[in-house]
């Protein structure tokens, strides 16, 4: 089972805002940085955000990530169509040593 | 180009092994602290095992524990999953991730994957 808890689903229309949570607890999110994976169907996951809020070279700044105590969320804004994916949040876990996945939520774009 | 390819994946009966490898290039591959993750169809991501640079150091999901065996061979730019006593509930598509460097854990490249089917 994830330990880091996120929405199934999110949706929106073309230049809408769209976030996500992430609900952890104080040995994963609470104690460590946060990252963001996108993952288009069929594809292999992809590095969205790291450290909490830093976006990797090519990654468009419509995204952005945020974390606030054992919490965290993703934010899309001006949603494009090609931002259908599933996005899962991601941390190390210290209480289980070991990295730790969020349930995954699945974006759609209306 | 940074490149990882996985291989070794395929059908295997419970109580089964395989041995999976990952081939890099494009980067130094002993400076990297390296994973595997693995997605079961339809589900979510799990990461399932890291290795430290020098293959000294090892970490698994609880899930795996006893069960599966990470390496790395540096002088051929490889990582390896062992896996042993193979059930139905591992079947899944199994990524191999390099670790980025610096404070935050997170993985910056992935392979495309292989496919594990655990089935009689």
């Known amino acids: 089972q994830s330990v880091l808890t996120q929405p199934p689903s999110a949706s929106g229309t073309p230049g809408q805002r769209v976030t996500i949570s992430c609900s952890g607890s104080?040995?994963?999110?609470?104690?460590?940085?946060v990252n963001w994976y996108h993952q288009l169907p069929g594809a292999a996951p992809k590095l969205l955000i790291y450290s909490n809020n830093q976006r990797p070279s090519g990654v468009p700044d419509r995204f952005s990530g945020s974390k606030s105590g054992t919490s965290a969320s993703l934010a899309i804004s001006g949603l494009q169509s090609e931002d259908e994916a599933d996005y899962y949040c991601?941390?190390?876990?210290?209480?289980?040593?070991?990295?730790?996945f969020g349930t995954g939520t699945k974006v759609t774009v209306l | 180009e940074v490149q990882l390819v996985e291989s070794g994946g395929g059908l295997v009966q419970p109580g089964g092994s395989l041995r999976l490898s990952c081939a890099v290039s494009?980067?130094?591959?002993?400076?990297?602290?390296m994973s595997w993750v693995r997605q079961a169809p339809g589900k979510g991501l799990e990461w399932v095992s890291g290795?430290?640079?020098?293959?000294?150091?090892?970490h698994y999901a609880d899930s795996v524990k006893g069960r599966f065996t990470i390496s790395r061979d540096n002088s051929k730019n490889t990582l390896h999953l062992q896996m042993n006593s193979l059930r139905a509930e591992d079947t899944a598509i199994y990524y191999c991730a390099r670790r980025a460097r610096g404070q935050s854990y997170n993985f910056d490249y992935w392979g495309q994957g292989t496919l594990v089917t655990v089935s009689s």
């Open positions: 290795v430290s640079e020098t293959g000294g150091t090892t």
């Open positions: 494009g980067f130094t591959f002993s400076s990297y602290v």
């Open positions: 991601a941390a190390w876990d210290g209480s289980l040593n070991g990295y730790v």
């Open positions: 104080s040995s994963n999110i609470g104690g460590n940085t």
